[in-house]
């Protein structure tokens, strides 16, 4: 992109306030309040392993005892390339103070932040390059009413776990929820921060439509490769410097113990 971030000055004969740069905004971060666990400073890859539930038998008291089937699984988490770049006038950071190349290196990492939230929350298959959504693959359960939100609750409320489980939803699912009522008397079911007493997180990176996701996300891991990556070059050609930013990251589901939930018609 040779399009550098630049300012032209006013006239002299007309004053100009310069007040500080607003940030931009971006997607509300919500992995880490849902528990997500992070790994920092990673070198090479990272195998985590898992194993399922043993099974066990009632036998008589000389029966050969049945194979409770123990089993392991793992996922891996490898550095996937995260980057951008962009050219900053020479001229403006001459006329601006320090704080115009301070915003730009903040910019572009609260978008690398918020570009991994999306991705992580998405539904999206993973490659060589990018991990895979947690809604990968996974068939959305229809939410018409408060039963069949506690139903599609139920499916995950079974299993066996240790941590904290939340939901996360995108704002028309809140938006739904705070209209959805739990039968006469009772309320809706969104109130006061929480979906019928659960905790729970709202963010634009679920996309616009309805979803919500239920479930234990402590069984996701994001790790993080190294520092993040900042190289400052000189271009003159163009009268302007280039920043670019790079960040080596990966996530995995460890266990798969959500439940993904749309409203229906």
Known sequence: ?????????EGELV?????????????????????????????GD??????????VYWEGENDEAQDSNITFGSSKLQ?????????????????T?????????????DALRAKIEETVLSADAGTTEKPAGIRYNKTAKEITDFASL???????????????????????????????????????????????GVRSLTTAALGSDAVAIYGDFSNIVLGTFGAVDIVVEQEPKYGAIRLTINAYVDAATVRDNFVVEEIGE
């Open 150 to 196: 506690v139903d599609a609750e139920a499916s995950i409320d079974g299993k066996e776990d240790y941590n904290e489980k939340v939901y996360i939803l995108s704002p028309k699912m809140k938006a739904a929820l705070r209209s959805m009522t739990k039968g006469q008397g009772n309320g809706n079911v969104f109130e006061n921060g929480e979906v019928d």
């Open 46 to 55: 990272v195998v985590l392993p898992s194993g399922n539930a043993a099974t």
């Open 79 to 95: 550095a996937k390339r995260l980057c951008a770049t962009c050219l900053i006038s020479k001229k403006l950071l001459i006329q």
């Open 15 to 43: 004053p100009v306030d310069v007040w500080d740069i607003f940030p931009a905004i971006y997607d509300k971060s919500v992995l880490a309040d849902a528990g997500v666990r992070f790994l920092d400073g990673l070198t």
């Open 97 to 109: 103070s320090d704080a115009v190349e301070a915003y730009v290196r903040q910019t572009i990492v």
């Open 1 to 9: 992109n040779r399009d550098a971030i630049s300012v032209e000055t």
